[in-house]
């Protein structure tokens, strides 16, 4: 492990963390432009995590230890995951350990600690909120791990930066299973961070949310942990998608200084055009009725299955 | 020619792309979606059907495209809108079964065309093989979507997605003459405007259906309108 492995990953993770909560405000001043409103500075959820960090948390009388312990178990395996996704740079030092299938396993442990914490005080929203989460994930999850299989057919691994590195390289070509990979990994991206046709992140009408309906009942520092591992998945999820399909311009691993910035910049250009993209998304469309959400993860999930079969089909042609 | 070589990689992409649309036809409820998806298959096939011509070098091909062009992606759905504007049909897509089944029934017909098309192939080029698989798809998927519509105007968005199917097969596959193509075409246009006619003719005629006018005949004294106690 060299001293450049561990700078770039200490610069990773100090990024992520402190990019995430403007990445969320950039989103919603972008959304907040497109309907015609001034909307508020992208600074405004830094601003609001620092509000709830400084008061006192109200516990229900009922809350057990595990809305105490849940926040910190949540955003301390998603801060993992976050670490292990390449952003500027790849070869950091995390890298060997940046499998695929860990990152969707440390999601989804801190999607359990949420539901956890949702059902712990007993009330019916948290309740609502937690299984209507699970039942989402129980598509998303499989969808991902589906499209995970094309990636690893791909490039012959289910590391990160592998993938990213054969991906760059252009070695496995244009696929139509890596177009539906695509579209079913953004409707996963969609589902898991509460976007707009799955859950609508702007409201909080009791019949339609998912994600608020889980917090309802936290309240200080534990909300702003809750809120800061909501923004951290989002940034994860669009470094993700950046360090599958767009895999240009980040700095190969053993790259001196100039690449770093070469590769920051690339980074910073990637997340700015995906936080418009999915500004541009959620203005156009209006949100699903929860009951059909099962479906669209479903078709995704079959388009991922349908991706790895062409895979299976065209690595016995070839 | 494989992976890796840009000919391969964009017929590949292409024809995937028209058996993607299929799939979002199958997906969707209403009908000014369906028809705009439509249109988008039919704008994706000619580009497959282009780019075979330009990889096989067979300048038939690029008239082929252009038909496809402007039939298939302007002339049927702006037909198809103006149907529904027209008769006011701007309503959901009913379904026989519901869309999830109909999904998973698909992905089973596109394994079912793969295990079909492979063994028949044998020694042929990868990309006439691929090529008559996705195509063997779509015009699975076209049937179902035909099976799986209540609605007139979705069993014909159906019988036109089979004949996308068609002629990607017929692009894919060297040699299969235009006046062959140009048949087939001509007979699905014919089958359409039969389907729509009856369509019409259907809607015409019972187009206020009322069965409380019945109650009469069969001797109850309930007046139209409403129904037995």
């Not at chain 1, 809305?67 to 950091?92: E, K, W």
């Not at chain 1, 299984?131 to 990160?160: D, H, K, Q, W, Y």
């Not at chain 2, 019988?159 to 894919?172: D, I, T």
Request: glycine share 10%; aromatic share 6%.
């Amino acid at each position: 492990m060299t001293p450049g492995a561990i700078f770039t990953q200490l610069v990773h993770l100090a990024l992520m963390l402190a990019l995430a909560p403007l990445l969320v405000g950039l989103v919603r001043w972008l959304k907040a432009r497109l309907m015609g409103r001034r909307g508020p500075s992208p600074l405004q959820p830094w601003r609001d995590l620092a509000k709830l960090a400084r008061k006192q948390p109200l516990l229900a009388e009922s809350a057990s230890v595990m809305s105490v312990a849940t926040p910190y178990l949540a955003l301390a395996a998603t801060s993992a995951a976050a670490a292990l996704v390449p952003g500027f740079a790849r070869g950091m030092a995390l890298a060997p350990m940046a499998d695929l299938i860990l990152v969707a396993g440390l999601l989804a442990l801190s999607r359990f600690a949420l539901a956890l914490a949702a059902m712990d005080v007993g009330t019916a929203f948290g309740d609502l909120g937690a299984a209507r989460e699970m039942s989402f994930a129980a598509f998303a999850e499989p969808a991902f791990i589906l499209s995970v299989l094309c990636f690893a057919i791909l490039a012959g691994s289910t590391n990160l930066d592998a993938i990213g590195a054969a991906f760059a390289d252009g070695g496995p070509g244009l696929r139509i299973s890596l177009l539906l990979a695509l579209l079913a990994l953004l409707a996963v991206a969609l589902a898991e961070n509460g976007r707009m046709p799955v859950d609508n992140p702007a409201t909080h009408l009791e019949l339609t949310m998912v994600h608020e309906a889980m917090l309802l009942e936290t309240s200080g520092r534990y909300l702003a942990l809750w809120e800061m591992q909501a923004a951290l998945r989002l940034m994860l999820w669009l470094s993700l998608l950046a360090a599958l399909f767009l895999p240009f311009g980040t700095a190969p691993a053993f790259s001196g200084l100039g690449g770093w910035l070469l590769g920051l910049l690339a980074w910073v250009v990637k997340l700015g055009a995906l936080a418009v993209a999915l500004a541009v998304f959620e203005s156009a469309i209006a949100k699903m009725r929860v009951f059909r959400v099962p479906e669209f993860l479903g078709a995704a999930l079959l388009l991922a299955l349908l991706g790895a079969v062409f895979l299976f089909l065209s690595t016995g042609l070839a | 020619m494989g992976f890796g070589q840009l000919p391969f990689d964009m017929a590949h992409l292409l024809a995937g792309g028209v058996l993607l649309l299929s799939f979002v036809l199958l997906y969707q409820r209403r009908v000014t979606a369906l028809i705009g998806a439509l249109a988008a298959q039919g704008a994706v096939l000619a580009m497959a059907v282009a780019w075979q011509g330009w990889v096989l070098d067979v300048p038939a091909l690029y008239v082929t495209a252009l038909a496809a062009l402007l039939a298939k992606a302007v002339a049927i759905p702006l037909g198809l809108r103006l149907l529904v504007r027209r008769f006011g049909l701007r309503r959901a897509v009913e379904t026989a079964i519901g869309i999830g089944p109909g999904m998973i029934m698909g992905v089973g017909l596109v394994a079912l065309a793969i295990l079909v098309v492979l063994p028949a192939t044998q020694g042929a080029g990868a990309l006439v093989r691929e090529g008559l698989a996705f195509a063997m798809s779509v015009m699975l998927l076209g049937m179902l979507m035909m099976i799986t519509r209540r609605h007139a105007i979705g069993q014909v968005v159906g019988l036109l997605s089979l004949e996308n199917g068609l002629v990607l097969a017929a692009a894919g596959a060297r040699g299969l003459p235009l006046v062959v193509e140009l048949a087939t075409a001509a007979l699905v246009v014919a089958l359409a405007a039969v389907a729509g006619f009856f369509t019409l003719r259907l809607r015409d005629d019972f187009a206020g259906l009322d069965l409380g006018l019945l109650h009469h005949h069969r001797g109850e004294s309930a007046p139209p309108g409403e129904g037995p106690p």
